[in-house]
Each structure stands twice: as structure tokens, then as C-alpha cells.
């Protein structure tokens, strides 16, 4: 299959996945808001450009804040291309001897109001150099244990891993760990997922693994957040989250590859930022 064809399936995969998870987010809010009798809160978009002249791509980011169940939650596209800096190139699979590159993806960051419900992150991706792979991963920061949730939840994951592999499952939860882990706390941001990256042995299987991956994270967040929304909770535990939320901060802007790999393609600083917290505090 031409590299152009499986650039395109990609990139309008990552699209309709955007505009599903956009619309179950706005229908959560507004379930709350019927049960509620509140206003629900819906996205607001931005377009953003490499550069001025469009030739090296963009996306659109999409941010909803302070709604009924999201205190923040980022709903990222993007689609750059373009050159790699000199310092950069040699870190990318494929970019040493020519850094021209391709690259798109979604990601998706949840902060949820209630600290009973876990802030979810998610993200698939495909890039092109002379070497062209999918990566990505699923991954849930609880600030309150729920050993019964943690154990739905890395089940669900499996099932979703065995569809495809069978060694996929315990490959990309070790991973994860090993990735979602803060080493100047020595300790980990959640309680794990999948993590994967590099896959480019069969185009056709990985690409259907990602969509598969990208469906279950719709499945899960839509039933943690449906069992737990109408929770009470108190002050204490608000507290609690706001810790784990400054761990949050902390990975992304110590550790994640994703804004890394932003900042050094000319990403759009508010897009790949849209990861952080509206509040956080640290101890």
C-alpha cells in the first residue's frame, strides 16, 4: 500500500475518533446536567497552523473547562510535517540520515471535578520517516484507590490485547510501567494501561489494533465516569487529587515523549500544554 493511502487512513481515523470522543464527552455533561438540572458545558475549538504559510500542517485543539463532571479536558488533532531540527533527529527512528518527517495523531486528557473519578489520558499516533510506525497508549490516574476499578479496568485492556496478540497485553503493560514512572519520586503516575510504540510489522494489524485501542478507551471512560459521576465527595479527598495532579505535571513536562516531540516539531504550545491541570499543588 502506498506510504501517501496509509497517511491518509490514518490521519481521518484519528479525526472521526476526535469528533466520537468529543461527542460522548458532551453527552456525559449533559446526563449530569438532566439528573442535575444544571447547564452542560460543551468544547470550544481552536485551529492552529505550523506556520504562517500552512505548509507544514497543524490541527485543532479542543478544550472543555470547568464543566459539570471535566474541570479540564483536552481533545487534541494535529497533522505536522516537515523537518527535524539537527539536536532532535538523531532521538527518531528514521530521521538520522534524512529528517524530514510525517506525523499525526489524537491525544486526549481528562481532570475530572469529582477526585472519586480518575484523570484518563490516551493518545494513538502515526509517524512517518524513512521508517513509518503507530504508537500510543491508555492510562488512568486514580487519586483515590479503587483496587475493583483498577482491576475492570486492566482486564478490559486485556481482552482488547488478546484480540490481536496474546503477548500483546502483558508487553505493553510493563511498558506502560515502566513509562508512566517518576523517577526522581520513585514512584508511578497511576495504575498503569498499555503503552506501545514502534509498531511497523504488518501496517494492515497494527493499524486495526489501533483503532481497536482507540474504541475500548471510549468504552472505559464512558462507563468509570457514568458509575461515579453522582458520587459524593468531600474536601479531603480534593486535596488528595490536587497532589496527584501536581505528579501529573510533573511527568509530562519532565518525562513525556509526546511534548517533547511537540516542542521540537513547531507544535502549537497551547495544544501540546492542554495535558496540564487547571490546579494542582505539591508537596
Not at 494513538?124 to 510506525?133: A, L, P, Y
Request: proline share 2%; with cysteine; hydrophobic share 35%.
Amino acid at each position: 500500500m502506498n506510504i501517501e493511502i496509509k497517511k491518509n487512513l490514518a490521519k481521518n481515523w484519528f479525526i472521526l475518533l476526535r469528533d466520537i470522543i468529543c461527542y460522548e464527552i458532551e453527552e456525559l455533561e449533559k446526563e449530569f446536567g438532566t439528573k442535575k438540572n444544571k447547564i452542560p458545558k460543551k468544547f470550544k475549538s481552536q485551529i492552529w497552523r505550523k506556520s504562517d504559510n500552512n505548509d507544514e500542517g497543524g490541527g485543532e485543539f479542543r478544550i472543555l473547562n470547568d464543566g459539570l463532571i471535566f474541570e479540564k479536558v483536552g481533545v487534541n488533532f494535529s497533522e505536522v510535517y516537515g523537518k527535524f531540527n539537527a539536536n532532535f533527529k538523531n532521538k527518531i527512528l528514521g530521521a538520522k540520515n534524512n529528517p524530514r518527517f510525517w506525523a499525526s495523531g489524537v491525544s486526549v486528557v481528562m481532570h475530572m471535578k469529582n477526585p472519586k473519578i480518575p484523570a484518563m489520558h490516551f493518545n494513538t499516533r502515526f509517524i512517518s520517516t524513512e521508517k513509518n510506525w503507530f504508537g500510543g497508549g491508555i492510562d488512568i490516574t486514580p487519586c483515590i484507590k479503587d483496587s475493583k476499578e483498577a482491576r475492570w479496568f486492566h482486564r478490559e485492556l486485556k481482552i482488547t490485547c488478546n484480540r490481536h496478540n496474546k503477548e500483546y497485553y502483558t508487553k505493553y503493560k510493563n511498558w506502560c510501567n515502566k513509562y508512566f514512572y517518576l523517577n526522581h519520586r520513585k514512584e508511578m503516575r497511576g495504575v498503569g494501561g498499555i503503552f506501545f510504540d514502534y509498531k511497523k510489522n504488518n501496517w494492515n494489524k497494527d493499524f486495526f489494533f489501533v483503532k481497536d485501542v482507540g474504541n475500548t478507551f471510549t468504552y472505559i471512560f464512558k462507563k468509570i465516569i457514568k458509575k461515579k459521576m453522582l458520587s459524593s465527595w468531600i474536601k479531603k479527598e480534593k486535596k488528595i487529587q490536587l497532589l496527584k495532579r501536581g505528579r501529573y505535571v510533573e511527568f509530562n513536562l519532565l518525562y513525556d515523549r509526546g511534548t517533547q516531540f511537540g516542542l521540537n516539531t513547531g507544535g502549537n504550545t497551547k495544544a501540546i500544554l492542554m495535558s496540564l491541570p487547571p490546579i494542582a499543588t505539591w508537596n
